[in-house]
């Protein structure tokens, strides 16, 4: 079965530092997603790519935030540098398109910053 | 302002029982309501998912009610498992070029054997 995958699952990084995460979508998936969700609260959406373009990233902190999709594939979101209240579960999604509304999740990255 | 806001915030029900976990949304130009499960270490995972179009759609052991003119839709999970012990949210999106999940803080369900 045709799965998002993510990695690191775990990160811990110290105040500060720079880290990175990665997103490989399910093949085809011209939509991909990057979600913050905060341990006890639902899924925040970062992000949004259609293809390698950005279609939203309106509540992208851009200050320490990046986001890149180069070859409309896989996609890297970085923080540099990182903070406390970065500490959180970073989600990545795809769907087929951005019409598509069935958005497939993958196990995501659990970042502690200390 | 949160646009999609889920009640109770957790619930505990016995193997066999009804679970109902209800949610009201903001936005009229929603148009588009998942149910997503998510279990601990797990992303979140599409569970059933209803247009403003019909008022129910059952799937399963699982079911969405929806009320357009309340702004409100629930999940009802019959006959409870101790399987279905996890974190529940509902969402909502509209449809179209930008379509986006709006998320409620979710709801822990623990259903005791």
């Known amino acids: 079965e045709a799965e998002v995958a993510q990695s690191p699952r775990y990160k811990i990084t110290e105040k500060s530092q720079a880290v990175a995460f990665w997103c490989d979508p399910i093949s085809g998936h011209a939509t991909l997603y990057w979600y913050r969700q905060i341990l006890g609260q639902g899924p925040e959406l970062l992000v949004q790519f259609q293809d390698e373009s950005v279609v939203d990233d309106s509540q992208l902190p851009k200050d320490r935030f990046s986001a890149e999709r180069l070859k409309g594939v896989d996609s890297t979101l970085k923080i540099q540098p990182a903070e406390l209240g970065d500490s959180a579960m970073y989600l990545c999604?795809?769907?087929?398109?951005?019409?598509?509304?069935?958005?497939?999740f993958g196990q995501g990255t659990r970042l502690t910053v200390v | 302002q949160q646009q999609v806001k889920q009640s109770p915030q957790s619930l505990i029900v016995q193997k066999g029982g009804i679970s109902i976990i209800n949610c009201a949304y903001e936005n009229t130009a929603f148009d588009y309501f998942p149910w997503y499960q998510q279990f601990p270490g797990k992303g979140p995972a599409l569970l059933i998912a209803i247009r403003p179009d019909v008022s129910e759609k059952k799937e399963g052991r699982f079911t969405i009610s929806f009320n357009k003119s309340a702004k409100q839709f629930s999940l009802h999970i019959m006959d409870s498992q101790p399987g279905d012990s996890a974190t529940y949210f509902c969402a909502a999106t509209t449809t179209g070029a930008n379509s986006k999940l709006t998320f409620g803080k979710g709801i822990t369900l623990s259903v005791r054997p």
């Open positions: 999604a795809s769907s087929l398109a951005l019409a598509n509304t069935e958005a497939f």
